[in-house]
């Protein structure tokens, strides 16, 4: 049995190694980290998603700092603002998250609500001497609870669309970048609201570790991304141009064919419909239909395809006098919407205006007009 005073120095030396070989890891973290951020910036396709991913690079990084005593004090002028940065790393990720598989963006008074948290817990860390730790402690588990319900959103937003989404790439990265994130950072949370700052080191190493696989093992897809990955949800057109149609193969053409002429008799109209059934009643595989949806029809999910075809003729019906009394909502599951809400939402963003407001503006504007 070792002396005690040889047993502390052997483990402080351990401490002192393991220490070492977590700031070392967490440097090369935050290169790869910021190098990846610099190539989404400087990227084509969508702004939105691009910034965001970004951010919420540059804020894990500003976390692995400020969680690490050696990097944090080497930082101490730019502390402030790296805590910053690190309290917003769930919230990035959750705006990368519906920037990337929605292509929608936050209502003002969310973010608004969020920013606002945001600062009062930044004013709180910032300010620990004045405030004492009763409030510190407070700001910690609001925080870390509001941080939990926007990586949990994050997780179901990458998880509900997957079925819908034309773009092969994307699908694959929902699961493999959202999802594998989020229960990172889920973890983290979890971790550190449970623990309250008491990890020991090999948790702290083993964080650090899964953090710099995940960097690794994502830093090459996202440098090979297709700027259509990035590119807007939202795409016009229900079929290809002449000189597009010209370019099909034969199996291209056939379904092309089939599609269209589905199409034309209403099958758009059928309740839940998805791209699978869709396949399988045209006779084709799923992945030739999203092929043909996204690569040659344009559209960005199976979604924004059905919307391209329920839309003009709900604006058809809401617009006939004679139809008037026909109820929005009867008029939505007709078309094969599930309920009002899903109707609301694609009708507003292809109008900007609800199905009510359209009816009243077109029934005025016949009315000025047989004046």
């Known amino acids: ?25 967490r440097v090369a973290i935050i290169g790869q980290e910021n190098l990846i951020a610099a190539v989404l910036l400087f990227g084509r396709g969508g702004r939105a998603a691009r910034i965001s991913g970004a951010l919420f690079l540059l804020s894990v990084s500003a976390y692995l700092i400020v969680s690490n005593p050696l990097l944090s004090e080497a930082a101490t002028f730019l502390l402030p603002l790296l805590t910053l940065l690190a309290i917003i790393v769930p919230y990035c990720l ?11 963006w936050p209502r003002w008074w969310i973010l608004a609500g969020f ?7 930044w004013v709180i860390f910032i300010g620990a001497d004045s405030y004492g730790s009763d409030w510190v402690n407070l700001a910690s588990i609001v925080t870390h609870i509001a941080s939990l319900t926007a990586v949990a959103h994050a997780l179901w937003i990458a998880a509900k669309g997957r079925s819908d989404d034309l773009i092969e790439q994307r699908r694959r ?24 700052g008491a990890e020991p080191a090999w948790l702290v190493l083993l964080n650090v570790s899964v953090i710099a696989a995940l ?22 057109g229900t079929g290809t141009t002449e000189r597009d149609a010209e370019d099909l193969s034969p199996s291209e053409s056939v379904l092309r064919q089939a599609l269209l002429s589905a199409m034309s008799e209403g099958t758009y109209q059928q309740p ?37 075809y329920r839309i003009p003729e709900a604006k058809n019906i809401l617009a006939d006098a004679g139809q008037v009394r026909t109820p929005v909502l ?30 009243q503006a077109a029934l005025r504007s016949k009315d000025a007009k047989n004046e």
Not at 276 to 302: P, V, W, Y
Not at 331 to 359: Q, V
């Open 330 to 359: 009867t008029i939505a599951l007709n078309l094969g919407y599930g309920s009002l809400g899903p109707f609301n939402r694609a009708f507003k963003a292809d109008t900007n205006m609800t199905p009510t407001e359209y009816r």
């Open 215 to 236: 960097t690794v093992g994502l830093a090459i897809p996202l440098l090979r991304l297709n700027p259509e990955f990035f590119a807007p949800v939202v795409a016009r």
């Open 272 to 308: 839940g419909l998805s791209i699978r059934t869709l396949a399988e009643q045209l006779g084709h595989t799923e992945h030739q239909l999203r092929k043909l949806i996204n690569g040659r029809l344009g559209f960005r999910n199976f979604s924004a395809f059905l919307n391209s």
């Open 1 to 25: 049995m070792l002396p005690y005073g040889i047993a502390r120095l052997t483990l402080g030396v351990q401490y002192v190694l393991m220490l070492s070989l977590e700031t070392a890891l």
């Open 94 to 104: 959750w705006l990368f998250a519906r920037a990337v598989f929605e292509a929608t």
């Open 115 to 121: 920013g606002l948290l945001v600062v009062c817990v």
């Open 173 to 196: 990265f929902r699961m493999i970048f959202i999802a594998i994130s989020a229960a990172q950072v889920g973890v983290v949370l979890v971790v550190e609201l449970l623990l309250r």
